[in-house]
Nanobody
Framework: QVQLVESGGGLLQAGGSLRLSCVVS????????MGWFRQAPGKEREFVAA????????NYADSAKGRFTISRDNAKNTVSLQMNSLKPEDTAVYYC?????????????????WGQGTQVTVSS
């Protein structure tokens, strides 16, 4: 019933910007804490950013802090990730995730629902 669909990935040069979006359907979106994670080839899936139900609290990985911004629009059932000053090391598949209980969680094991991911590739 609950589905998450990411979009907005692509190929761009270092220093550029990209905005990822995730649309959630099937349940009441405002009930869910949301997060973004990423996974590069050969690496473990890692936390990027999280936002609580009403958007009042956000958390960021050190690698994202100052460059990325997570936001949500509960009226449109969407969560977004604005990425600026992109670096080649940001190259990964980016996943949208949702959980009911753990606001701002950085732990992927605490998220119950996942999208299929969108590829972001940053060239030198």
């Amino acid at each position: 019933q609950v589905q998450l669909v990411e979009s907005g990935g692509g190929l761009l040069q270092a220093g550029g910007s990209l905005r990822l979006s995730c649309v959630v359907s099937g349940r009441t979106f405002s009930n869910y804490n949301m997060g973004w994670f990423r996974q590069a080839p050969g690496k473990e899936r890692e936390f990027v950013a999280a936002i609580t139900r009403s958007g009042g609290t956000t958390n960021y990985a050190d690698s994202a802090k100052g460059r990325f911004t997570i936001s949500r629009d509960n009226a449109k059932n969407t969560v977004s990730l604005q990425m600026n000053s992109l670096k080649p090391e940001d190259t990964a598949v980016y996943y949208c995730a949702a959980n009911i209980y753990y606001g701002g969680s950085m732990d992927r094991k605490q998220y119950n629902y996942w999208g299929q991911g969108t590829q972001v590739t940053v060239s030198s």
